[in-house]
C-alpha cells in the first residue's frame, strides 16, 4: 500500500494499526474520532497546519518497513 494524500485516515489505521503513534506524536487521537472515516491526510494536514510532505514521508516509511 502507498500512503496518498487522499487516503482515508481509517484506512491507514485499519492496515496499519502501529501508524497510530504517527497521528498520536502530533497530538492527534485519530484511533477514538468519528471524523477517521471521513477525512483524508490532507484535510487533516490543512486543518492542523502540518506539513503533508512530512506526514506523507512518516506513513510511507512505515508501510514499506513492515
Known amino acids: 500500500m502507498k500512503v ?4 482515508p ?3 491507514i489505521l485499519r492496515k496499519y494499526p502501529e501508524s497510530n503513534r504517527i497521528l498520536k506524536s502530533y497530538g492527534l487521537g485519530c484511533f477514538k474520532c468519528l471524523g477517521s472515516n471521513f477525512e483524508d491526510l490532507e ?3 490543512k486543518f492542523n497546519n502540518f506539513d503533508l510532505d ?5 506513513f510511507n516509511d512505515l508501510v514499506n518497513n513492515n
Do not use: G, Q
Request: overall charge positive; proline content about 0%; glycine content about 0%.
Open 4 to 7: 496518498t494524500k487522499k487516503t
Open 54 to 58: 512530512v506526514l506523507l514521508k512518516e
Open 9 to 11: 485516515i481509517s484506512e
Open 43 to 45: 484535510s487533516i494536514a
